[in-house]
Each structure stands twice: as structure tokens, then as C-alpha cells.
Antibody, heavy 123, light 106 residues
Framework: QVQLQESGPGLVKSSGTVSLTCAVSGGSISTRNWWSWVRQPPGKGLEWIGEIYHGGSTNYNPSLKSRVTISVDKSKNQFSLNLRSVTAADTAVYYC????????????????WGQGALVTVSS | SFQLTQPPSLSVSPGQTANITCSGDKLGNKYTAWYQQKSGQPPVLVIYLDAKRPSGIPERFSGSNSGNTATLTISGTQAMDEADYYCETWDSITVVFGGGTKLTVL
């Protein structure tokens, strides 16, 4: 049973960088799945940030692309998020999630989610 | 950029059918997924590839997608189904979520 667990600082200063890691347990990150970051500001909806494949290929939300880097560490079976130049608007619960096999035929569903990590941006 | 539109809220009585819609340009040409999110918890996938149910999801959850609208149907709605529901699709190289629908069962 694959499980995901986010970790990282819960408080980041404005203009700083949100750095989070998602540890994958119960299975390998080197599968046919894509691995994503999704965030949710308090009381608001879900926003996809971007994704990575174990080979290193990435796709990003165009609205965040200039500030985001997602990387993978296969030796540690984990992937990471860096979001730079943050403001209060970046305060959110950040989830990591696994894209399911339906990507092979054009689908895109997230079948496994981490519990989420609240990141607060302070001034 | 591609957008998905959901009604902000929907109320149903226990035992009734809830139809939650998700609209987008030619959405029927794309695959849609649906998530249930209860307060303080991560989302849970309830429908993928328009109409497939993951293991463990009750049969009362079903989905359809045609034209410009995808629909999540909950038959015989129960109090435990009260939650926020999000639709989601893949457009080019990006994932798009709908704004979410708060389902109230009363």
C-alpha cells in the first residue's frame, strides 16, 4: 500500500521559498506514475502546482511556472517542491499526490494523496 | 486557459439523488475525475475516466461526461456524503480543477 507523507517548514517569511518533500513509502517512485503537488488555500479550492516523472520530466501550472521547481530523488524515494518569492497568497495546505495509470490513455486522476502540510507565509 | 465551472453549493434530502455538474469547453472530449473532500481531510478519488469507480467507493457514486458537461451522480444520498466535491481534468500538459461544490444533506 503506497503512502505519501509531506514534510517541511510550516512557516515561511514573505519573499522566501516554500520547500517541501514528499516521501513515498510502500512502493517505488520509479513506476509509470506521475507525482504531483496540489495546494489548497484556507477555505478555498484545489490548485494543481505541477508534476514530475521519475525520469525527471516535469509539467507546471502556467500561473506558477516562473516560481516553481519540482525535483525527484530516486535514491531516497521522494520528490520535492520549491516555490520561490512567496507572498501571503501562497499560504495553503500543500498536498503531494500520485497520478494514476489512466495517464497512459489521456486521463489524469490522483489516486493517492498525502495528509497535507500547512504552510503559512508571514510578513 | 481551460476552466471548469461547478455550482458553489447543492442541497439534497437524505435518500434523494444529487447531481453535481462540471462545465468546460468540449469537456466531453476529455476524461474527468471527481474527488470528495471532507473537512480537514485530503481529497478522495471517487470517479476517474468519467465513470469508473475506484475500489472501495460505494456503487451509489456514478459519473458521466458528454458535450460540455460532466456529472457526478450520488444515488440515495446519505448524511456521510456531505462534503466538498471537485471535478478535474487534464488539458494539454496541465491539470485543471473545478472550483468545488459544497454538498449539504439535510
Amino acid at each position: 500500500q503506497v503512502q505519501l507523507q509531506e514534510s517541511g517548514p510550516g512557516l515561511v517569511k514573505s519573499s522566501g521559498t516554500v520547500s517541501l518533500t514528499c516521501a513515498v513509502s510502500g512502493g517505488s517512485i520509479s513506476t509509470r506514475n506521475w507525482w504531483s503537488w496540489v495546494r489548497q488555500p484556507p477555505g478555498k479550492g484545489l490548485e494543481w502546482i505541477g508534476e514530475i516523472y521519475h525520469g525527471g520530466s516535469t509539467n507546471y501550472n502556467p500561473s506558477l511556472k516562473s516560481r516553481v521547481t519540482i525535483s525527484v530523488d530516486k535514491s531516497k524515494n521522494q520528490f520535492s517542491l520549491n516555490l520561490r518569492s512567496v507572498t501571503a497568497a501562497d499560504t495553503a495546505v500543500y498536498y503531494c499526490a500520485r497520478g494514476d495509470d489512466s495517464r497512459q490513455i489521456g486521463g489524469a486522476a490522483f489516486d493517492i494523496w498525502g495528509q497535507g502540510a500547512l504552510v503559512t507565509v508571514s510578513s | 486557459s481551460f476552466q471548469l465551472t461547478q455550482p458553489p453549493s447543492l442541497s439534497v434530502s437524505p435518500g434523494q439523488t444529487a447531481n453535481i455538474t462540471c462545465s468546460g469547453d468540449k469537456l466531453g472530449n476529455k476524461y474527468t475525475a471527481w474527488y470528495q473532500q471532507k473537512s480537514g481531510q485530503p481529497p478522495v478519488l471517487v470517479i476517474y475516466l468519467d465513470a469508473k469507480r475506484p475500489s472501495g467507493i460505494p456503487e451509489r457514486f456514478s459519473g458521466s461526461n458528454s458535450g460540455n458537461t460532466a456529472t457526478l451522480t450520488i444515488s440515495g444520498t446519505q448524511a456521510m456524503d456531505e462534503a466538498d466535491y471537485y471535478c478535474e481534468t487534464w488539458d494539454s500538459i496541465t491539470v485543471v480543477f473545478g472550483g468545488g461544490t459544497k454538498l449539504t444533506v439535510l
